[in-house]
């Protein structure tokens, strides 16, 4: 299958706009030699990026960073790019957290770096940066991936290594997209974990088990015994149907392999021993990418 012509390597946000114009670190450490002086702007002449993947920031963790900044000032540039429908504005690619903070020390200018960036730059960049200094929760992180793959093209492999992150992380992060919204609401608000959630995934009723878990304080161990005894009444029950039942060792074959291959994967047995292996995409990219690696088996 002839695949699409790809945009510029993934990384190329932080790598060569990041790195190559400033590297400062929040913690008091000066700029290195070198690289590009900011400029200094208005800070209200600044404003969020619309399609920001980070979508909360956590409030001791801003009243934090504000007492730092009135103490020594911002220390790290924002990067930002003209406003697109706005004269005069400016559109913050990286560094949300950080005007936000300047705000709350009542700073009056904050330094900036400026670049010209297409909406598809800016939305990589802003998940990039946010991924690579772990800003997200594991479901924000887990749609920036999705978004990532869906928009740019990039696959798993190319994820993992531009972000320096394994592959089963990406696929098991992504795996949370497929528990309800309310399950993840939870992870986001950080009264599940990602490990929680993720033993949840397949189970017959993921938000009642959410609930039991929350309420009882349950381990991640805890909770994939409670998975497993959650799904088992539903075996039997399909069983008695003669309705595709699945068992306890055909459940993990599909979770193992879903996890090696990044998609979803699903195993129907029939009587007579015969069976069917079905394994979805979401794009022709993802279809391209498992015909990769089955050719390589």
């Keep these: 299958m002839a695949k699409a ?87 913050i690619v990286a560094g949300e957290r950080r005007w936000r903070a300047a705000q709350r020390a009542r700073l009056h200018e904050v330094p900036v770096i400026v670049r010209s960036l297409d909406d598809l730059e800016t939305l990589e960049i802003a998940i990039i940066e946010n991924v690579q200094r772990e800003d997200l929760s594991p479901v924000e992180e887990a749609r920036g991936y ?37 399950v993840q609401a939870k992870v986001e608000a950080g009264a599940l974990s990602a490990g929680h959630a993720r033993a949840l995934i397949g189970t017959p009723d993921p938000v009642g088990l959410a609930e039991t ?8 161990r805890q909770t994939e015994a409670l998975a497993r005894a959650g799904a088992a009444p539903t075996v039997r029950r399909r069983a008695r149907k003669g309705v595709g039942a699945k068992d306890a060792d055909t459940i993990d074959l599909e979770r193992r392999l879903s996890d090696r291959l990044g998609l979803k994967v699903d195993i129907r047995h029939q009587p007579d021993g015969s069976g069917a292996l079905s394994i979805g995409y979401r794009s022709l990219e993802q279809l391209d990418d498992l015909i990769a690696k089955v050719g390589r088996l």
């Design 5 to 91: 012509a790809k945009r510029p390597t993934l990384g190329r946000g932080l790598d060569s706009l990041i790195r190559e114009t400033v590297s400062f670190d929040e913690d008091g450490a000066t700029p290195s030699e070198g690289v590009e002086n900011p400029l200094t702007l208005p800070i209200e002449h600044l404003s969020p990026n619309p399609d920001q993947p980070r979508r909360r920031f956590g409030t001791e963790e801003l009243a934090s960073l504000a007492e730092s900044i009135s103490k020594k000032g911002i220390l790290q540039p924002i990067l930002v790019r003209p406003d697109p429908v706005a004269d005069d504005r400016y559109q």
């Design 146 to 182: 999705r978004r990532l793959i869906d928009q740019f093209g990039h696959t798993q492999d190319r994820l993992a290594r531009a972000i320096g992150k394994s592959r089963p992380h990406i696929a098991n992060t992504l795996r949370l997209l497929d528990l309800p919204t309310s």
């Design 213 to 220: 878990v929350i309420a009882k304080g349950l381990s991640v």
